[in-house]
T-cell receptor, first 113, second 112 residues
């Protein structure tokens, strides 16, 4: 099976812009979670989707949003980008949606200038 | 609140040695723990997991130990190889299965 695929691999944006990141989970996995990774804060949970429904959301401002499609692919969007949004955004999928054995993609490295 | 910490930010070992990476957690209600390895430029890679009803689990060259009394988790890597050099994260599953809470990570450096 192919692993979790995230696109694009790298992004450079300027403050105030918005960005959309894409994630394709492992085939058969219905749960997709998003994490933000920074050197200072480590891995922080953003949100989790299961069967197109957001089940849980982390402590991030409303500028961060996401969605999941019927084929389990997911997107996350960040609007009105700030310098502090520069980070590696990781997507992970799991088969049962119980947060066991999350499998991560390689991430999207976002740089906000 | 929930927190997962690590005792050592960097661990340096010689090739062939056994490595032990430690992790402390604070949520006594956590029922599932997992270790990840992250190499530069890659996402975290699943290594091994353990449920709270177990105190030890073995994989290929890796063993995870769970001590619920002191809320401590460790990852043991046997015969450490240069390819094991990476950052290792522990994580716990919060109550209600809502998310994984990750530790800050330990960098393992393996010298030939």
């Amino acid at each position: 099976k192919a692993g979790v695929t995230q696109t694009p691999r790298y992004l450079i944006k300027t403050r105030g812009q918005q960005v959309t990141l894409s994630c394709s989970p492992i085939s058969g996995h219905r749960s997709v979670s998003w994490y933000q990774q920074t050197p200072g804060q480590g891995l922080q949970f953003l949100f989790e989707y299961f069967s197109e429904t957001q089940r849980n959301k982390g402590n991030f401002p409303g500028r961060f949003s996401g969605r999941q499609f019927s084929n389990s692919r997911s997107e996350m969007n960040v609007s009105t980008l700030e310098l502090g949004d520069s980070a590696l955004y990781l997507c992970a999928s799991s088969e049962r949606g119980d947060n066991e054995k999350l499998f991560f993609g390689s991430g999207t490295q976002l740089s906000v200038l | 609140g929930e927190s997962v910490g690590l005792h050592l930010p960097t661990l340096s070992v010689q090739e062939g040695d056994n490595s032990i990476i430690n992790c402390a957690y604070s949520n006594s209600a956590s029922d599932y723990f997992i270790w990840y390895k992250q190499e530069s430029g890659k996402g975290p890679q699943f290594i091994i997991d353990i449920r709270s009803n177990m105190d030890k689990r073995q994989g290929q060259r890796v063993t995870v130990l769970l001590n619920k009394t002191v809320k401590h988790l460790s990852l043991q890597i046997a015969a450490t190889q240069p390819g094991d050099s990476a950052v290792y994260f522990c994580a716990e599953r919060s109550t209600g299965f809502q998310k994984l809470v990750f530790g800050t990570g330990t960098r393992l450096l393996v010298s030939p």
